[in-house]
């Protein structure tokens, strides 16, 4: 039913047991271990990005909602939870799909309901300025709602190879703009954004040149704008600031730094020369886009990129060939879209979409 986290820690007087994180799937009774008060933490699941091809414009997955409410419990007291499932990621056998939509995760108690709503799948057809919305909350005490994914001023049939991050789990009550993925604001190809971070959204690509790859954001801010620059330049940006910042309580301490953008030159035959070296996206933290260019054959799925940092969004994969891979989410985060220019492979697969969870967290013992 339950793991414990050695994120957190207890507090003063009785010591407090350490939280339990709930997935289980299906709807079950949870039956409080201690007297005492609660406060309990509800995540939906996140949506996972769309795949493309034809060089056609995606989206990646909205973050889920999030919902958290204080209770006086006892050795008596019982709930029924029910966890949020993230999208599964879409595209395998050339196939060209929508993300699909995270389902939501619950908590009654008595009268009350904390529903957290999934995050929408990322968008295949996205028309300009549109985007999959993060997840709506409702019944706790504070209510958020998702990160929303990026979103694109190019009507998605204009084939730039645009291939957009996902949003984030908001935690700390920003707007769903401010926890979402990065944005494409100009007319230029092979485009890939960030995921969106804890504390900022992934980076916007806002220059003409080609080949633009955008950080992902970070637990304490937003990932670095990629601005109007010479034409004909492959440019990346680094993702946003960690800092100590506690996901209320006794934790966990998401201090991440987002992935950094990256833009890979493929060998067309072979693969790439030599395969990139990930640093771990930390606590928090969204990961970074990826522009695969020359990678014909199948070849720009050599670039698996690692999954976001824990309640992060997966940036979005770009690849100038047949193949790719967008970034995995973490817990409620939305998973990054997948954009190629051909539409032959076997090896072109979006991001999927982290998984909802429920969070008891002890602040005071009987």
Same mark, same amino acid.
């Given at each position: ?15 407090? /047991? ?25 995540? #939906?699941? =996140?949506?996972?990005?769309? $795949?493309?091809?034809? #060089? ?11 919902? +958290? ?7 008596? %007291? ?13 595209? *395998?056998? !050339? ?25 929408? @799948? ?16 409702? =019944? ?24 957009? =991050?996902?949003?984030?789990? *908001? ?27 804890? &504390? ?24 670095? %704008?990629?601005? *109007? ?5 492959? +440019? ?7 800092? !100590? ?6 934790? /966990?301490?998401?201090?991440?730094? &987002?992935? +950094? ?5 493929? *060998? ?23 522009? $695969?260019?020359?990678? $014909? ?10 999954? !976001?940092?824990?309640?992060? @969004? @997966? ?8 193949? @790719? ?21 076997? +090896?072109?697969?979006? =991001?999927?979409?982290?998984? &909802? ?10």
């Amino acid at each position: 039913m339950g793991t414990t986290s050695s994120f957190f820690g207890g507090g003063g007087g009785s010591p407090l /047991p350490q939280p339990e994180w709930l997935f289980q799937k299906s709807s079950y009774t949870y039956t409080f271990p201690y007297d005492g008060t609660v406060i309990v933490h509800v995540i #939906g699941g =996140g949506g996972s990005g769309a $795949a493309q091809s034809q #060089g056609y414009t995606c989206t990646g997955g909205g973050g889920g909602g999030y919902s +958290r409410k204080q209770f006086s419990v006892t050795t008596s %007291t019982t709930a029924t939870v029910t966890t949020g499932v993230g999208g599964k990621s879409v595209g *395998n056998n !050339a196939t060209e799909a929508e993300g699909v939509t995270g389902t939501s995760s619950s908590f009654a108690l008595g009268s009350d309901t904390l529903l957290t709503n999934g995050g929408v @799948g990322g968008k295949r057809y996205p028309s300009s300025n549109d985007f999959a919305a993060g997840g709506t909350a409702s =019944g706790g005490d504070v209510n958020y709602q998702g990160g929303r994914s990026g979103k694109s001023v190019i009507h998605w049939q204009n084939q730039l190879v645009c291939a957009l =991050g996902g949003g984030a789990v *908001n935690l700390f009550g920003l707007t769903t703009d401010e926890v979402g993925g990065g944005d494409h604001t100009n007319g230029t190809q092979r485009i890939a954004t960030g995921g969106g971070g804890t &504390g900022g959204k992934g980076g916007d690509v806002q220059n003409n040149s080609q080949s633009a790859s955008s950080g992902g954001g970070g637990s304490a801010g937003p990932a670095k %704008t990629i601005e *109007n620059g010479p034409n004909g330049e492959s +440019r990346t940006s680094a993702g946003g600031a960690g800092g !100590a910042k506690l996901f209320l309580f006794n934790g /966990p301490l998401l201090d991440g730094v &987002g992935g +950094r953008g990256l833009v890979s030159f493929v *060998n067309q035959s072979s693969g790439s020369n030599e395969l990139p070296s990930f640093g771990t996206i930390g606590m928090g933290a969204g990961s970074g886009g990826i522009v $695969a260019v020359n990678g $014909a054959n199948g070849f720009g799925a050599d670039l698996q990129p690692p999954s !976001a940092g824990l309640f992060g @969004g @997966g940036g979005g994969t770009s690849s100038d060939g047949q193949g @790719g891979f967008g970034s995995h989410a973490s817990l409620g985060g939305g998973g990054g879209a997948c954009s190629s220019i051909s539409g032959s492979t076997l +090896r072109r697969m979006s =991001g999927a979409g982290g998984d &909802g969870v429920v969070i008891i967290e002890y602040i005071e013992r009987s």
